[in-house]
């Protein structure tokens, strides 16, 4: 029998992106993916570092671990345990300290080396836990394997890093400098997935609109020449990317959501907020104007896009002046979908040691005042679409027998009795129920 692996996944869809990746790698060691932790010979944790919450979650779920560890341990079972991603480059030995039954913790740029190191810890040439937070001169790409689509949806990670230094953000910390894989790469991952039975691909980076990545002769391309060739590819249904800066949205990049016909519309550029005051101490390079003339040009280019944003309360020194200009924002772009977050301080950046920092219960109360303004925008978007007939790519199963759930154009999720041999089809559904986080259709 094969031995078994569980790996939990915390943070953004670069982060699932990678435990995709390091599933095709323990696949190809000869491993199997098991939903049930208690059944498992390798527990991964990916872990998250943007959020206080993200990174302490972790420590509650690796102290479940351990129990279950020991548990195994006396009926005669080995467990070995591994962290990888942003907690581990940012704690780094600490995590070791704090939890040193963890058997390794590597960085998300050395993941790669998963598979060598659990021969190593198997042979038990490695008896103490391993920390790898390098960031090596080589890319974790050209030694990952070949992927296999996961589904009819998959993400392609197509850039990783930061240089822009947010100064609320770990993420320059924890991803490094901008990479941009070679166009050719991409192309080939993009064709193996499609041949594998994707028919969306949603290119990933942390900055994915600085792409510039090289291609086949050596020229340095931008993202609008990317998503160009991706839509060539045969077989090929929708392309989306994510996510994006407001300062990197050049010309050619707005023209695309006219020109390619595949590509989904509806975007989602983060503003984070609508003061240049506030913009300014984030150290964002732009203002709250440069964003609302890129979403009119945006419209211009498809006057059927829909907008999505992240959003930041309670940034150190924000007054009520300040935020009442994010919902002006808000008011002014009806974003039909929209994440926010109330300010979290985190150690190391610049942000954290800003003075006149913002209460809990004002970063709490403005943050309620968001999302039900988002929600009703969100909301009023979801029930326009009622009466319409909208293609909708199917993905899940449902609840009951004969339902599926799947994803319109927008990034909605729609419900709909059909067939379940249309699972991972595209098929054309008419709403006719609306709510604030989901459709349901029937089939036509
Ligand atoms: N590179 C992307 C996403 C970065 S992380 C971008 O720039 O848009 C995703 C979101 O988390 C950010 O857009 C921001 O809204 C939020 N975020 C990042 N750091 C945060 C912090 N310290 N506190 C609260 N929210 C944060
Ligand atoms: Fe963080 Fe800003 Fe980079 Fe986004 S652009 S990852 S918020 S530093
Ligand atoms: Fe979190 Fe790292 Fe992504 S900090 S949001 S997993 S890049």
């Given amino acids: 029998m094969s031995e078994k692996y569980f790996i939990k996944t915390f943070g953004c869809q670069m982060n699932v992106y990678d435990s995709s990746r390091i599933a095709d790698m323990l696949k190809n060691e000869g491993y199997e ?41 006396e009926t005669g079972k080995r467990t070995i345990i591994g962290v990888v991603g942003c907690v581990v480059q940012a704690e780094d030995a600490q995590i070791i300290k704090r939890a040193p039954f963890v058997n390794f913790a590597l960085g998300p740029l050395m993941y790669h080396k998963i598979p ?12 103490e836990s391993v920390v790898n937070t390098e960031f090596p001169a080589e890319s974790k790409f050209d030694y990952l394997p070949e992927n296999r689509a996961q589904g009819a949806c998959s993400f392609l990670a197509i850039q990783e890093g930061c240089n822009n230094f947010c100064t609320y953000c770990v993420v320059p910390y924890t991803r490094g400098v901008e990479y941009s894989r070679p166009v050719a790469d991409v192309l080939k991952e993009a064709r193996r997935l499609l041949d594998t039975g994707t028919l969306e691909i949603n290119l990933l980076g942390q900055n994915v609109n ?29 392309i989306r990317y994510t996510t994006s800066y407001p300062a ?20 989602h550029l983060p503003i984070q907020s609508g003061s240049d005051r506030i913009l ?27 907008m999505s944003s992240d959003f930041i309360v309670g940034f150190p020194d924000e007054t009520d002046e300040d935020f009442q200009k994010t919902l002006d ?11 926010s977050f109330k300010y979290s301080r985190r150690a190391g950046t610049p942000a954290a040691v800003m003075p006149n920092q913002v209460e809990e219960k004002i970063k709490k109360e403005r943050l309620e005042i968001l999302q039900n303004l988002l929600f009703d925008y969100q909301t009023k978007f979801n029930l326009s679409c009622v009466g319409k007939i909208i293609p909708v790519l199917l993905e899940q199963k449902g609840r009951h027998k004969d339902q599926l759930i799947g994803r319109t154009p927008y990034m909605q999720n729609l419900h709909v009795e059909t067939n379940s041999a249309n699972m991972n089809k595209i098929i054309n559904v008419k709403v006719v129920e609306a709510t604030t986080n989901s459709l349901s259709g029937k089939e036509i």
């Fill in 33 to 73: 993916e098991t939903l049930k932790q208690q059944d498992a010979d390798i527990v991964l944790f990916n872990t998250c570092h943007i959020r206080e919450k993200a990174a302490e979650k972790l420590f509650s779920d690796l102290g479940r671990a351990h129990l279950i560890q020991l548990e195994r341990l």
């Fill in 116 to 127: 060598e190191m659990l021969r190593e810890i198997k042979q038990n040439k490695k008896s």
């Fill in 210 to 238: 600085s792409y510039h990545g090289e291609d086949e002769n050596g020229k340095e391309r931008d993202l609008a020449y990317l998503l160009h060739r991706v839509a060539e590819l045969d077989g090929i249904k929708r």
């Fill in 248 to 267: 990197d949205m050049n010309d050619d990049l707005i023209a695309c959501h006219k020109d390619i016909a595949v590509l989904m519309p509806y975007l």
């Fill in 280 to 306: 300014k101490a984030m150290n964002r390079r732009h203002t709250a104007g440069d964003y609302l003339r890129i979403v009119e040009k945006l419209k211009k280019a498809n006057p059927n896009i829909g």
């Fill in 329 to 339: 924002v808000v008011n002014e772009v009806k974003y039909i979908q929209a994440f």
